[in-house]
């Protein structure tokens, strides 16, 4: 995965960046196995937990580099 957007699903981030795992747990984003990461994209996750999206992306792209 050569870039992470809004749009990307949780499922896929997880499965090209393990290491993201720490930083959606960091944010409230504790249920990364369940139904809802397989289908909802880093931009509704953020809106369901409260998490601002771009900051939340920012935090992704400088974590994974």
Known sequence: MSQITKDTVIADI???RPESASLFRAVGM??????????ETLGEAAAVHGVDADELLSK????TK
């Open 14 to 16: 997880l499965s090209a």
């Open 30 to 39: 504790n249920c990364l196995g369940c139904a809802m990461a397989k289908g």
């Open 60 to 63: 992704l792209e400088e974590s």
